[in-house]
């Protein structure tokens, strides 16, 4: 049976669940999975080991909770470049929201998706897969848009949608590792509109 690990009635948390996720989604971004101890994350949290199990669950579904916390806030550049109108304005958007997204003061620098995923043992097996469906999702979505584009006559006929999608990711990826080795905003707006100097990258 599981345990229910909701507070019991009558009795607040007595703290913002959303705030401290947001400092725990801060932690695994910083330090990834494995270099996130649960001291780190309680301590940053502001709540006790006992809180955090009850509001949040183990160290697994904390992860889970601070990677959507991540998708629906600073990744969220992601399902808005989709929306664009024309497919390259969609590589430029989804692009620009990487360099924006790992060079923000207020945030760790690089990617959570790429910073949460160093070096994670056997123990974070729940977080490795979750990362990787993830990116994979974000591929997806890039894909679906690039054969719709395709679809509607805004790509040529020749243009791969699956190969711009892992394009655009790879390179996307590529700028937050940059990031979290030091490379400030400029130059990585200037890798990415390197990056799509001769678009759309038909078949040969």
Same mark, same amino acid.
Do not use: H
């Given at each position: 049976?599981?345990?229910d690990r909701r507070p019991p009635v009558g009795r607040p948390r007595g703290f913002d669940a959303d705030a401290a996720l947001e400092r725990a989604m801060r932690v695994f971004w910083e330090r990834g999975y494995d =270099? &996130?101890? +649960?001291?780190? +994350?309680?301590? &940053?949290?502001?709540i006790t080991k006992t809180s955090?199990?009850? /509001?949040?669950?183990?160290?697994?579904? +904390?992860?889970?909770? /601070?990677?959507a916390h991540y998708d629906q806030g600073p990744a969220a550049y992601g399902r808005r470049a989709v929306t664009e109108p024309a497919a390259q304005a969609v590589a430029k958007a989804?692009?620009?929201?990487?360099?924006r997204t790992t060079t923000q003061p207020d945030?760790?620098?690089?990617?959570?998706g790429v910073q949460g995923a160093l070096a994670i043992s056997d123990l974070g097996s729940a977080a490795h897969h979750a990362l /990787? &469906?993830?990116r994979n999702d974000g591929r997806a979505l890039l894909q679906n848009r690039f054969q719709q584009a395709v679809n509607e006559k805004d790509l040529p006929e020749s243009a791969d949608a699956a190969r711009l999608a892992r394009y655009v990711m790879t390179v996307a990826f590529g700028i937050a590792v940059q990031a979290a080795s030091?490379?400030?905003r400029e130059e990585l707006?200037?890798? &990415?509109?390197? /990056?799509?100097? =001769?678009?759309p990258f038909t078949r040969p």
């Open positions: 049976m599981q345990e =270099g &996130a101890s +649960l001291t780190d +994350l309680t301590e &940053a949290m502001g955090m199990y009850r /509001a949040f669950g183990n160290k697994d579904e +904390l992860f889970l909770k /601070a990677l989804f692009l620009d929201g990487s360099v945030w760790p620098s690089g990617c959570f /990787a &469906a993830w030091g490379l400030n707006q200037e890798i &990415a509109d390197t /990056a799509l100097v =001769g678009w």
